[in-house]
């Protein structure tokens, strides 16, 4: 018994001795790749009318154009456009929605999906920008934590922003703050307007989590407050438009 065990174990371990490669996993690289028809080498026709009334009252939703946009917006670090404008967004929301203007707007950067481009902006453009079931929170911090959560952006080299000014180093450090135009207050309290996701701490912002109040509007998911935006921009003729103004600037 002994030796047929022994055989037993010394196979096992020659087989797995023999599927080793001897490679290693080095890194991982992924994209985006768009499923269009290309990929519909043999059609199946039973399921292309089984989901056709489907994908006509998609259209029918997704496919209006609802506004312009002057010109491609497109989102990056320190700031960009596109973060500018959602942190924008956020922050003319929050005195909507509450009655309360917001001193400061913060939006992620991980948190916008896809870019604007120019030209007619439909609903499926804003779904592809803010793809998740985030809304508007307003939440207090004091002057402190405020400058706290600052340096967290600085640390990942920037976030949307929203009435505020930050200079920050090339090695993520935050070197001065001015909210309104104005150095901040330690005991004062700031009105922060955000989405849900940063207001629990998340994507390396936990300063957050030292609020001293919280506002959460109904009705008031990101993409619809967008969606409003520029439905808004559009009956006043105007297009969607954002720059950089130097919000976060690197030196």
């Excluded at 006509?56 to 506004?67: A, L, Y």
């Excluded at 001065?176 to 005991?187: L, N, R, T, W, Y």
Aim: glycine share 8%.
């Amino acid at each position: 018994m002994k030796k047929r065990l022994c055989y037993g174990m010394y196979v096992v371990a020659l087989a797995l001795t023999a599927c080793s490669s001897g490679y290693s996993l080095v890194s991982v690289e992924g994209e985006r790749v768009p499923v269009t028809k290309a990929y519909d080498v043999e059609q199946d026709m039973k399921a292309w009318r089984m989901l056709q009334p489907y994908q006509e009252g998609v259209d029918s939703i997704m496919k209006p154009v609802i506004g312009h946009a002057a010109r491609k917006l497109e989102v990056y670090r320190p700031e960009s456009p596109l973060s500018n404008l959602l942190a924008d967004v956020l922050r003319t929301a929050a005195e909507v929605k509450t009655g309360m203007p917001a001193d400061v707007g913060v939006m992620n950067m991980g948190g916008i999906r896809s870019l604007l481009n120019e030209g007619e902006v439909t609903v499926a453009s804003v779904y592809e920008i803010t793809p998740f079931e985030n809304h508007l929170v307003v939440v207090t911090l004091r002057g402190k934590d405020l400058q706290e959560l600052f340096r967290q952006m600085a640390g990942v080299h920037g976030e949307g922003l929203s009435g505020a000014r930050l200079v920050i180093s090339e090695s993520g450090n935050l070197l001065s703050a001015k909210v309104g135009g104005k150095d901040i207050d330690p005991e004062k309290d700031y009105q922060v307007a955000t989405i849900d996701y940063l207001a629990e701490g998340n994507d390396h912002l936990s300063a957050f989590k030292e609020a001293v109040g919280k506002l959460e509007p109904e009705n008031a998911v990101l993409r619809d407050l967008f969606i409003d935006y520029v439905k808004n921009m559009e009956a006043l003729g105007k297009c969607v438009d954002a720059k950089v103004e130097g919000r976060i600037v690197e030196q």
